[in-house]
């Protein structure tokens, strides 16, 4: 009997903590003005986002920081031109966005997940991996474009992964630097560690059309 009870109390614990995890955001609105950012908050490092109605308009931007995956479905969309989908998980990934969208305006969309560089000496993670980007339109949406930036209608996806333009030389001078200016040696350079000149891995972009 005892052991039930407890196995019953880690079901309900373990079952809180995925439906927290899980929570939805919703929005039955949500414009951003030209050139302005808008951030999304949560705690978790998944974010799930049901948004009505979602207007944005030229150079605007729409951020996850510290996500490690996004998952956003968009009832009704207006795009203007230039506008930013972004999102890393701090850690020098890019996050991987689960989009489902009903565009009915579309200038031009970019998905920013790549990875970022490590810069030996001044930050504490390895060269990022670009995040795994999947848009499904929904019935009766615009089919974006992917070839040309100049036309309407058009999306891009960033995935690259972090460190293949950084150079091994100066990568090596940035590190010798800080550990002869430094008193105590590796002491110098965050938590004394030294990373990999590896890059990352590259991501994906993959366009849906349900039509």
Request: hydrophobic letters at 35%.
């Amino acid at each position: 009997m005892k052991s039930k009870l407890i196995l019953g109390f880690l079901f309900c614990v373990a079952f809180a903590f995925v439906g927290k995890a899980q929570e939805t955001q919703h929005f039955s609105k949500l414009e951003i003005g030209k050139k302005a950012k808008k951030n999304i908050d949560s705690k978790d490092s998944t974010a799930v986002i049901h948004i009505d109605t979602l207007i944005m308009k030229d150079n605007s931007t729409l951020s996850f920081y510290g996500k490690k995956n996004v998952k956003i479905t968009i009832g009704y969309a207006e795009i203007g031109n230039k506008a930013t989908f972004y999102g890393t998980d701090g850690k020098n990934n890019g996050a991987n966005f689960d989009i489902n969208a009903n565009f009915q305006k579309l200038g031009s969309l970019y998905i920013i997940a790549k990875g970022d560089d490590a810069f030996n000496g001044t930050k504490t993670f390895p060269n990022g991996n670009g995040g795994k980007v999947k848009v499904t339109l929904a019935t009766g949406s615009i089919k974006p474009q992917a070839t040309n930036k100049k036309s309407p209608n058009y999306i891009y996806a960033d995935v690259v992964a972090g460190g293949r333009a950084v150079n091994a030389n100066t990568d090596l001078r940035n590190i010798y630097d800080r550990i002869k200016t430094a008193p105590t040696g590796l002491r110098g350079l965050p938590q004394g560690q030294i990373y990999s000149g590896s890059a990352g891995t590259e991501g994906s972009f993959e366009l849906i059309s349900t039509q």
